[in-house]
Antibody, heavy 115, light 110 residues
Framework: QVQLQESGPGLVKPSETLSLTCTVS????????WSWIRQPPGKGLEWIGYIYYTGSTNYNPSLKSRVTISVDTSKNQFSLKLNSVTAADTAVYYC?????????WGQGTLVTVSS | QSALTQPASVSGSPGQSITISCTGTSSDVGRYNYVSWYQQQPGKAPKLMIYDVSDRPAGVSNRFSGSKSGNAASLTISGLQAEDEADYYC??????????FGTGTKVTVL
């Protein structure tokens, strides 16, 4: 059974960097693509980007200048960094397996941007 | 990139069939057969219901089916049940080599 678990600070100050890690169990990171998706409170889903286990990435154009997704195959983890955050970045952040369609999701973690 | 357009809400009585539309453009839904659908219960992570327009993952009820015509994709739920009440989102690949979600549809079982 594939399981994903997000971890990281639940509160980030404006202008700082949001950092989250997704730990994968029941599957190898080297099996393929891994994605980040977010959902502002009461709103819809937004694709952030994906990474292939080799390190190749693809980002949402609207976030591209602020986003970095990386992978650590030794720890079976992948990570998200979003810099210069504002209140508009407050959302539940999900990690998921795949690119394009997502068969397995983490439970999501709420990140609030506030001073 | 703009979100794909879905109706805000769709409702039906138990046993009925409902269809949720997902309208895009010739640069996304109309060009590629890479449309997927997700069901999201309150407070839960989304669940994959359909991928590649009409394929169902193992374990998903055959009451859920997907199709596409032109720039619009559709998700049909037949034999509507109380447990189908949830939010539903579509997703498509785009010609810009990225992905876009739909605006979301709240399904209510009357």
């Amino acid at each position: 059974q594939v399981q994903l678990q997000e971890s990281g600070p639940g509160l980030v100050k404006p202008s700082e960097t949001l950092s989250l890690t997704c730990t994968v169990s029941g599957d190898s990171i080297s099996s393929g693509y891994w994605s980040w998706i977010r959902q502002p409170p009461g709103k819809g889903l937004e694709w952030i980007g994906y990474i292939y286990y080799t390190g190749s990435t693809n980002y949402n154009p609207s976030l591209k200048s602020r986003v970095t997704i990386s992978v650590d195959t030794s720890k079976n983890q992948f990570s998200l960094k979003l810099n210069s955050v504002t209140a508009a970045d407050t959302a539940v952040y999900y990690c998921a397996r795949g690119a394009g369609w997502y068969g397995f999701w983490g439970q999501g973690t709420l990140v609030t941007v506030s001073s | 990139q703009s979100a794909l357009t879905q109706p805000a809400s769709v409702s039906g009585s138990p046993g009925q069939s409902i269809t949720i539309s997902c309208t895009g453009t010739s640069s996304d839904v109309g060009r590629y057969n890479y449309v997927s659908w997700y069901q999201q219960q309150p407070g839960k992570a989304p669940k994959l219901m359909i991928y590649d327009v009409s394929d169902r993952p193992a374990g998903v009820s055959n009451r859920f089916s997907g199709s596409k015509s032109g720039n619009a994709a559709s998700l049909t739920i037949s034999g509507l049940q109380a447990e189908d009440e949830a939010d539903y989102y579509c997703n498509s690949y785009t010609s810009s080599n990225n992905y876009v979600f739909g605006t979301g549809t709240k399904v209510t079982v009357l």
